[in-house]
């Protein structure tokens, strides 16, 4: 199957900074990208869609002066957590679906990031 | 919002088939059943997805009612390494459809 990795894996940063996650798809291209996060014992959330040359497409509610995504390439999208919180502490996932006649119903996850602001 | 209802949590022996239900009363003409599954910590993983007809690959078996209602994930030998939590979603399939997860059911596999 396809492969997302996503970078880093842990990250612990102090409150207002700002912390970049790389999601790449590794042997596949991706026009379009997903962000989620999911706090603990809870499900998945999704945050936008990013979109590969063009602006991300954020779900209600989530604020894209805060949650900068930049979909630069066909194989990497980033996502910016400006001046962080505490709050804004969670695990973040991203996705990308998948190509071909084979894999394109299915999407590939990341292995998350986890993010811990102090 | 999500548009299936899952039991919050389950359990099943190992070695013995784990049959997981979901309830997807709404769902339309062209949406699709989904099921990925997160193990702890990690991305979701696709398991399988169908239309209308049951559907088996090498990790599951989806069965779906002919009023398309509801659905059942079936797991014919469950091993430990098949604890985690389940989604069951419906979707378009439209190339880069987004999925919206709801709560799940957390899978526990007994040895």
């Known amino acids: 199957g396809a492969v997302v990795s996503q970078h880093p894996s842990r990250v612990i940063c102090k409150s207002g900074t700002s912390v970049k996650i790389e999601c790449r798809s590794l042997?596949?291209?991706?026009?379009?990208m997903f962000w989620y996060r999911q706090f603990p014992k809870k499900s998945l959330m999704l945050m936008a869609t990013?979109?590969?040359?063009?602006?991300?497409?954020?779900e209600q509610g989530v604020e894209k002066d805060k949650f900068l995504i930049n979909h630069a390439s066909l194989t990497l999208s980033t996502l910016t957590v400006t001046s962080a919180h505490p709050e804004d502490s969670s695990f973040y996932i991203c996705?990308?679906?998948?190509?071909?006649?084979?894999?394109?119903?299915?999407?590939?996850f990341g292995p998350g990031t986890r993010l811990t602001v102090l | 919002d999500a548009k299936t209802t899952q039991p919050p949590s389950m359990d099943c022996a190992e070695g013995r088939a784990a049959n997981l239900p979901c309830n997807h009363s709404t769902i339309s003409g062209n949406e699709y059943v989904y099921w990925y599954r997160q193990i702890h910590s990690q991305g979701p993983q696709y398991i399988i997805h169908g239309l209308k007809n049951n559907e088996t690959n090498e990790m599951a078996s989806l069965i779906i009612t002919e009023d398309r209602k509801s659905s059942t994930l079936i797991l014919p030998h469950a091993t430990l390494r098949d604890t985690a939590v389940y989604y069951c979603?419906?979707?378009?399939?439209?190339?880069?459809?987004?999925?919206?997860f709801g709560q799940g059911t957390r899978l526990t596999i007994n040895p």
């Open positions: 979603i419906v979707s378009v399939i439209q190339g880069a459809q987004k999925l919206v």
């Open positions: 990013s979109n590969e040359g063009s602006k991300a497409t954020y």
């Open positions: 042997d596949f291209q991706a026009t379009t």
């Open positions: 996705s990308a679906p998948g190509q071909g006649t084979y894999f394109r119903n299915e999407q590939f």
